[in-house]
């Protein structure tokens, strides 16, 4: 039996979960927004950014957009046998380790483990509750008209249940890296108002040429993005495994999450959506600003560029209310103050309406955000120093809350130097799709501030026609405001945000030479990171996409494995590079299996949550598996993961951890010679946990080359 204070801590998990039919995807999904990761049966090339793949078939023949949705396959019902059996796999490095620390009183792994088989077996018992619960989700199969899990579940009890702060906890955010046409004297210039800016900061967009130039560019050519996806003249997403769902990007323009009691809501945005404008933040201050013309065409970058420097000029006379700060806040007071605030007058209805309704929020921040003196030097020398002040901007911690509005899909952060990124609302896709549409707008440079632009993106003799966005806002919503600004700032000092990039290998490294999968060899650096960093492994979530599913979201890689757990324990041990090599082969194989069978209907997550979903409390229906700590245990996630692709048109990316120690949100840019992490954590813990991660790259590096193959063998190799 679990010792005492184990015990304890592992049933408050537990009962946290037991008490609410979110669970267990309320730290399963939100801490994974997570940049989905490729399946092991998807090369790196099959995953390239399919919006600027090229049609190499027969002119005219190029396939529509969403041409594939009808032929895909329905999300399976994975059998009880299945799952059950590699969730009591799942269950050994847990109780290994547990034993192996002495917390198991009078009782050994092996023991315990027998225990869970045996509950496993009373769950699965002909005419038990197990068959009766997979009975029950058949029937729900049976009944919904694409996907057993989106559906019915995924929307409400993977998000819109949560009411923590969508800031940092729940959105993700990603940077650009410099246009290769900006001068570095540009872009790396020190802002004047230290992390994090209490209001607006002091500067007022000096000297903006580069970031209102940058601004309207990234502007056109997300808008260039949906004109092709309205036209379906974006090639469909597809790998050797097969073709992937598409609907997420119906879920890009146009989205906001709403507020709301008991749980938020979406907007019934149709594809294409209708709106014409987007919505500009200069200041605290809202602006509509028209984009499309009445026939949907596109206005010219120069006329987007003259509208924001007006929009500018406006937002200088004084700055707004701040009523975005109240998007910032706990889901059910932000509830409470938009109710309130659409009671006080109806002009703020339209305001909101607008907002909500606009195809995506452009920030434009009137100051640099920088670091203060104390903030540590990078845990690698490659790491530039402006990519930790660019990541906590873009996350929205950077300005308390101020000059965002959290609830929406898509929003574009340019500061005054032409520094850039993206902040997304997490529910209406996974963080994948916008990355795509990211890359597809980074992928032209941005011709300098003052230079010509190409005849084909000008509107000659064209404005584009803004509005200042009114609102009328009484004591109590001031007040309000106030408290969400501190709650806001207390949350910012609280999390510890930091880029890592790393150069000393990459991902054609770990293939060639290494001869591993980069995802899943990347995966075993962390776990040995962690170890290094706390002495132990922990329950390890990475994302798994089920795109190959018609509305597939995502399911979950375990990546805390036995396979994993030996690698380690074998390091610890001290044993020699040609053992640590076998066991480091072992825990890559392993983990490419499980991700290939999590990315193809096969996991086990999602296919619990259903079960436990319909369970009846009323009936009794409280089986022993999931009443056990363990259980609750194995799905803390206490590390975060999910990996992108190799994202070279980007800075970093991030999301942020639900737990306040020991716990880390993390994202990986796989780059073919620069590999890059997103971490975030609560209490200043990323400095030593990037570090751990730079020893772990190296011990790895040197257990490959000393342990592995000899290197005349590494051109046949393939993955």
Known sequence: ??????????????????????????????????????????????????????????????????????????LPVPSLEQTFDKYLKSLSPFLRQLEEQGKLEGSTAEKELAK????????????????????????VDRTTNNNWLDDRWWLQKAYHEWRVPLMINSNWWLMFTPDKNMPAEVF????????????LGSQGWDDAAWGIRRAAWLTSRFLQFKKRLDDEDIMPDSSRAGAFCMHQYTRLFGITRIPGLPHDWNTATPHPAKARHITVIARDNY??????????????????????????????????????????????????????LLSVSPMNRKSINSIEDSLLC?????????????????????????????????????????????????????????????????????????????????????????SSLPSELTSPNESAGWKKLEWRVDES????????????????????????????????????????????????????????????????????????????????????????????????????????????????????TQTRESSTGKGIDRHMTGLRLLMRAEDGEAPAIFSDPLFGESQSWRLSTSGLSAGDRFAGTGFGTGYPTESYGINYLAGAQLLKFGIESKNDATTDFAKCIVEALREMRRISEQGGPPPEATQSHKL
């Open 1 to 74: 039996m679990l010792l005492s204070r184990q015990r304890k801590g592992l049933e408050l998990l537990t009962t946290a979960r037991l008490t609410s039919t979110r669970t267990p995807l309320q730290r399963a999904i939100v801490a994974a927004p997570r940049l989905t990761p490729s399946p092991r049966s998807f090369s790196t090339a099959s995953l390239a950014m399919f919006a600027l793949t090229s049609w190499r078939g027969t002119p005219g023949a190029q396939p529509k957009t969403f041409s594939q949705q009808r032929n895909l396959p329905r």
């Open 116 to 139: 869970r088989k045996q509950w496993v077996q009373d769950f699965l018992a002909q005419g038990g509750l197990g068959h009766k619960l997979q009975q029950r989700l058949i029937d």
């Open 188 to 199: 790396e210039q020190s802002g004047r108002d230290a992390y994090p800016i209490v209001g």
């Open 287 to 340: 602006y509509e600003l028209e984009v499309l013309r009445k026939d949907g065409s596109l206005l010219g970058v120069d006329a987007l560029e003259k509208a924001l420097w007006d929009i500018i000029a406006d937002a200088k006379k004084g700055d707004g209310a701040g009523v975005g700060v109240l998007s910032s806040d706990n889901r059910d007071r932000w509830t409470k103050t938009r109710e309130h």
């Open 362 to 450: 452009v920030s434009l921040d009137s100051s640099i955000l920088a670091l203060s003196p104390e903030h540590p030097a990078p845990a690698h020398e490659a790491t530039p120093v402006w990519v930790d002040a660019l990541a906590r901007n873009c996350s929205g911690a950077g300005r308390g809350g101020h000059n965002r509005w959290f609830d929406k899909a898509l929003s574009i952060v340019v500061e005054p130097n032409g520094r850039a990124g993206i902040m997304g609302e997490h529910s209406p896709c996974d963080a994948l799709i916008p990355s795509i549409l990211c890359d597809y707008a980074a992928a032209e440079p941005c011709p300098p501030p003052g």
């Open 477 to 592: 919503t001031q007040q309000s405001i106030q408290q969400s600004e501190e709650a806001a700032l207390q949350a910012a000092k609280e999390s510890d945000i930091r880029t890592l990039w790393y150069d000393e290998y990459g991902a054609d490294w770990i293939k060639k030479v290494g001869k591993h999968s980069p995802d899943a060899y990347l995966q075993m650096a962390l776990q040995l990171a962690y170890a290094k960093a706390h002495g132990q492994q922990v329950s390890t979530y990475e994302t798994a996409s089920t795109r190959l599913f018609k509305h597939g979201r995502t399911d979950v890689i375990r990546s805390f494995s036995d396979e994993a757990y030996d690698f380690v324990r074998g390091i610890r041990e001290g044993k020699d590079a040609k053992k640590l090599y076998a066991l480091l082969t072992a825990a890559t194989k392993s983990h490419n």
